[in-house]
C-alpha cells in the first residue's frame, strides 16, 4: 500500500489531544493532593522551564539540521542548504543545555532552593535539568515528524501540554497510578522522576518510529521547500514567544510566593482542562487547514473552522460556566481544599478563556497557511500584554489581578488573530452565533465524523470532500 492510500487517524489525534489534557489534570490533581504546596509550584516551574525550552527549539530551527544527521540523501534531496539553519539550531541547542545545567547544577539550582526553606529541589535539580533536554528532543522529534507529513504522529509526540507531549503525559499518569497502586513513596522527586522516566519513553517511542518513517520514505516533490531560514528576526520571535507563554510563572516566582505560584498553577491547569475539547477540535481539523488554504478553497476552510469551532464550543461553554458558579468546589475537588483560594483567579481567566472558545483557531490557520511570522507578532503581543499587566496588577489585586491580565492577554491574541484572517484572507473563522447554523454544525459534524475523520491523507480528503 503506498503512502497515499495510508489512513491518517484524525479520530485518533483529537482522541489523543483530549486524552492527554484529561490525563495532564489528572496527574496535577494527584501531585496537588500528596505534595506541599512549595513542592507543587517547584513541579510547576520546572515543566514551564522545560515547556519553555522546547517551545524555543520547535521554532528554532532544529528540525532541518535533525534531518540532515538522520538522513543526508533525504534532506539534500529536500533541498534544506545553508549554514544559517545550522548557526540558529546550534544557538538553540546551547540556549537548551544551558538552561539544563543550570536547572541541574548552576544558579538555577541554587535559586529554587532560595525560594524554598526546605530546599526542596536540591536533589530533583539533575532530574529537572534531564526534563529540559528530553523535551526539546521531543520537540525537534515533532517536528520531524510534521516535515514527513505525519501529523498524526507529530500530535502524538509533540510537548504542547504542560506536562509534556501526549505519549509522554498518558505514560506517566500510567506510572504514578502505578506507584500509587503498590503503595511507593511519592515527593517532588518521585514524581519528578515519573515525569522524567514517562518522557524518556515516549521520547525512545518516538525515535524508533521516527527510523522507520525515514527509512521508507524518500523525498516528496510538496517537501521540496522544507523550513525556510526566516533569520535572526524570527528566531528573536521565537525566543520571546516560548518565554511570555509562561509569563505568569515567571512573575510569581520573581516575586518568590511558591504557595501563590501553586494555587495558580492549579488554577492554570484546571483552565487548560476546560479548553480540552476546543485542543482536541483543532488538533483534528489542522492537517486539513493547509490543505484547504492550498487548493484555494477559502470558504471551506471558513465552513470547517467555524463548524468545528461551534461544536467545540458548546462542551467548553458548559465547563466555563460551572467553574464560574462553583470555582472553589471545583479547585477542591481536582487538587484538594488548599486550592480553594485560588477560586478569584480561576474566574478571571475564564472569560479570556470563553472568549478563545468562541473566537476559533485563528492563530492555526495563520500558521498552516505559511505566516507563521505573523503568529509569532501575535503570540508576542499577548504575551507581552500579559505581562505588562501582570507585573501592575499582581501586587494590588493579587492572583486575581494577574489571572486577568492572562485573560486579557489570551482574548487580546485571539481577537487579533482574527482580525488579520478578516483583514488579509476576508476569512472568520469564529464560532457561529445564529442558533440555525449552531444546530447546523451539529447535525453536519454527526453526518461527517465518520465520513470525513477516517479520511486518507489530509490534501486528498480535503479536495475530495470539498470539491467532489
Do not use: K
Request: charged share 10%.
Amino acid at each position: 500500500m503506498t503512502r497515499d492510500e495510508e489512513s491518517r487517524p484524525v479520530p485518533a489525534m483529537a482522541g489523543l489531544t483530549l486524552g492527554a489534557s484529561l490525563a495532564g489534570l489528572t496527574v496535577a490533581g494527584i501531585a496537588g493532593r500528596i505534595l506541599t504546596l512549595e513542592e507543587f509550584a517547584l513541579l510547576a516551574a520546572c515543566l514551564a522551564v522545560a515547556g519553555t525550552i522546547a517551545a524555543l527549539v520547535a521554532g528554532g530551527g532544529l528540525v532541518a539540521p535533525l534531518l540532515r544527521v538522520l538522513h543526508p540523501p533525504f534532506a539534500a534531496a529536500a533541498g534544506w542548504r545553508g549554514i544559517s539553519g545550522f548557526a540558529r539550531a546550534l544557538l538553540v541547542l546551547v540556549l537548551g543545555l544551558g538552561a539544563g545545567l543550570a536547572l541541574a547544577f548552576g544558579p538555577g539550582a541554587g535559586l529554587f532552593g532560595q525560594l524554598s526553606p526546605a530546599n526542596e529541589l536540591d536533589g530533583a535539580a539533575p532530574t529537572a535539568g534531564g526534563l529540559v533536554a528530553l523535551m526539546a528532543f521531543a520537540a525537534a522529534l515533532a517536528g520531524t515528524f510534521a516535515a514527513l507529513g505525519r501529523r498524526g504522529l507529530e500530535t502524538a509526540f509533540a510537548p504542547g501540554h504542560a506536562f509534556g507531549g501526549p505519549i509522554a503525559t498518558l505514560l506517566t499518569l500510567a506510572l504514578l497510578l502505578s506507584v500509587m497502586w503498590g503503595g511507593g513513596p511519592l515527593d517532588l522527586m518521585v514524581v519528578l522522576g515519573l515525569v522524567l522516566f514517562g518522557h524518556a519513553l515516549a521520547a525512545a517511542l518516538a525515535a524508533v518510529l521516527l527510523s522507520g518513517e525515514i527509512g521508507r520514505q524518500a523525498a516528496r516533490e510538496d517537501d521540496a521547500h522544507g523550513p525556510r531560514a526566516e533569520g535572526l528576526i524570527h528566531l528573536a520571535l521565537a525566543i520571546a514567544a516560548s518565554i511570555l507563554a509562561s509569563a505568569e510563572i515567571w512573575i510569581l516566582l520573581a516575586r518568590g510566593d511558591l504557595v501563590a505560584l501553586a494555587q495558580f498553577a492549579a488554577a492554570l491547569a484546571l483552565v487548560a482542562a476546560i479548553l480540552a475539547p476546543l485542543a482536541a477540535a483543532h488538533a483534528a481539523i489542522g492537517p486539513f487547514l493547509g490543505a484547504l488554504h492550498a487548493y484555494g478553497e477559502h470558504a471551506s476552510l471558513e465552513r470547517l473552522a467555524r463548524a468545528v469551532t461551534t461544536v467545540a464550543a458548546i462542551p467548553t461553554l458548559l465547563l466555563v460556566i460551572v467553574a464560574l458558579v462553583w470555582p472553589s468546589e471545583l479547585l477542591s475537588l481536582v487538587f484538594g481544599p488548599r486550592f480553594a483560594p485560588a477560586a478569584p483567579a480561576l474566574r478571571a481567566l475564564l472569560p479570556g478563556a470563553a472568549l478563545a472558545a468562541l473566537a476559533g483557531p485563528g492563530l492555526a490557520i495563520i500558521a498552516e497557511t505559511g505566516h507563521t511570522r505573523i503568529a509569532l507578532v501575535i503570540a508576542v503581543l499577548g504575551g507581552l500584554v500579559t505581562a505588562g499587566f501582570g507585573l501592575a496588577l499582581v501586587g494590588p489585586f493579587g492572583l486575581a489581578g494577574l489571572a486577568a491580565a492572562t485573560s486579557v492577554g489570551l482574548a487580546l491574541a485571539s481577537l487579533l488573530a482574527n482580525a488579520h484572517l478578516s483583514a488579509r484572507q476576508d476569512l472568520i473563522p469564529a464560532a457561529y452565533r445564529r442558533p440555525e447554523m449552531v444546530l447546523a454544525s451539529l447535525v453536519a459534524f454527526v453526518e461527517e465524523v465518520g465520513r470525513l475523520f477516517p479520511a486518507r491523507r489530509g490534501e486528498d480528503a480535503a479536495q475530495s470532500y470539498y470539491q467532489g
